[in-house]
């Protein structure tokens, strides 16, 4: 099985901007996004942030263009996805469902929402009691079959810069304990802080990927008879580079960052998969 992801999408609206950098965007996000529906895969995953600000302009044109391509998208919804319009009116216009999981043969997969509803001072992770017992659920039902958990926010100090004020779920939120009753092996992946990161704890690989607009890569996981690997795979042109620099030096609410792209440790891993005796 191949599942391709890509981290924080920030599609953004063009009312206001002059014509150059909406030029730009059209341009990029479809050369972007052809790319990624273009690799072999069996799911196609947003981990959160697919929108920069939720707006309904952006969220219909983001996916019409994906809806092209009439593959199985999963779209983790991230805080910025949730500043515009209603979680009721993006769940409408994306035709998602939240908290899902997926059981197939090898793998588990559970797209788990983490981002408050129209928070704008606190962008922080939030998960709810109720979704905590359903994960706790989830975890003890799969016994050791491979689980991955793709979310906007990451487990509070585990990947990069998780440990700084609103870059995790909650940190009182006691998610680690429920991800630690996973017998075998288990994946958390999650966008949110623009930074690649791998970190390994005990059986679970927690991975974060940087913002496309940063660093247009597409990761592709590929789970295998005794292993999981996550490898980078580099979309980035130099026409694709000028473009995301035109169109992040040009938007609200986001700001670029060079120094989220990490190295080959931070964006690669081969992991085996644990046997229990």
Known sequence: MRIAFIGDLHYPSMIGKNEKVKEARDAFYAKFLHTFFELEADYYVSIG????????????????????????FIHTFGNHDLYGVSRDEVLNISNSEQNISIATDK???????????HDHEDY????????????????EESEEKLVIIFAHHPVYDTTANSNFPYLSIQPDIPILDVLRKKKGNGIYINGHNHKDSIETID????????AVLDDQSIRVLEINDNEISIQSFNAATSELKSMAQIIGSNINHFQLSPLGMGTTPNREIVIKKTVTV
Not at 203 to 210: E, K
């Open 203 to 210: 059986n679970w690989t927690f991975v974060q990927a940087n």
């Open 49 to 72: 942030d697919l929108t920069n600000f939720g707006k309904e302009d952006e969220l219909h044109e983001v996916y019409e263009i994906i809806r092209k391509y009439e593959k199985p």
């Open 124 to 139: 922080g992770g939030y998960i709810s009691d109720k979704q905590l017992q359903w994960l706790k659920a989830e975890i």
């Open 107 to 117: 793998v588990n997969i559970i797209s788990l929402e983490t981002a408050r509803d």
